[in-house]
């Protein structure tokens, strides 16, 4: 079946270290994306990338890095310069243009700071 | 800046009971709405996805309506049963170029109780 998968599940990260998060898709979806999601609140966009070697910052970019070399995957690394990185973060993909599909998501990877 | 807000924040009904989620957004230029739904400590799962052009969307005993004019969405549940007891989110894409960034509200956590 297709989808979206994001590993790991959880995730714990030490002062002072980078972390990455994986997402890989296998809907042949052009545009991808990455959230953040805090208790209580909505998604937020951290960056998001519309083809294979091009991304653009989100809402909340800053600590956070990405790269998009390959069309099915879309790597998020956390940075030490992100201070507050405890959340929920969840990958998506979409057709990327103008259309009227909906955004896929996958099951998400919690992040904790030790 | 488009603004997403979800009335309300949690909602607690008895089983078979038919209910109504509100979602309002400040900019009507929108291209489309989406509904998802969110397990806890799961991914999105979208339900509907209503283009703006549409009024209603159906799927099964979901129904979302849209009116652009006044910034509303409602999505409507029919003969709740304890199964549909998830946070229920509303997104709206605001285009930049080909990719579609999503702004989301909070959410509606619902419970239906047995």
């Known amino acids: 079946d297709g989808g979206i998968t994001q590993s790991p599940k959880y995730l714990f990260r030490k002062e002072g270290q980078n972390v990455t998060l994986s997402c890989e898709q296998n809907?042949?979806?052009?545009?991808m994306y990455w959230y953040r999601q805090d208790p209580g609140q909505g998604l937020r966009l951290i960056y998001y990338?519309?083809?294979?070697?091009?991304?653009q910052k989100g809402d909340i970019a800053e600590g956070y890095s990405v790269s998009r070399e390959k069309k099915e995957s879309f790597p998020l690394t956390v940075t030490s310069a992100q201070k507050n990185p405890t959340a929920f973060y969840l990958c998506?993909?979409?057709?990327?243009?103008?259309?009227?599909?909906?955004?896929?998501f996958g099951d998400g990877t919690r992040l904790s700071i030790l | 800046k488009q603004e997403v807000t979800q009335i309300p924040a949690a909602l607690s009904v008895p089983e078979g009971e038919n209910l109504v989620l509100n979602c309002s957004f400040t900019?009507?230029?929108?291209?489309?709405l989406q509904w998802f739904r969110q397990d806890p400590g799961k991914g999105l799962t979208s339900l509907l996805l209503?283009?703006?052009?549409?009024r209603e969307q159906t799927s099964g005993r979901l129904n979302a309506s849209l009116d652009k004019s006044s910034g509303r969405s409602t999505l409507y549940i029919a003969a709740s049963q304890p199964g549909d007891s998830a946070t229920y989110l509303c997104?709206?894409?605001?285009?930049?170029?080909?990719?579609?960034?999503?702004?989301f509200g909070s959410g509606t956590q619902l419970t239906v109780l047995p």
């Open positions: 998506a993909s979409d057709m990327g243009q103008i259309s009227n599909q909906p955004q896929h």
């Open positions: 809907l042949n979806h052009d545009a």
């Open positions: 990338s519309q083809i294979v070697n091009d991304f």
């Open positions: 900019d009507s230029a929108i291209y489309n």
């Open positions: 209503i283009q703006s052009s549409q």
């Open positions: 997104a709206v894409p605001i285009s930049s170029g080909s990719a579609r960034q999503l702004t």
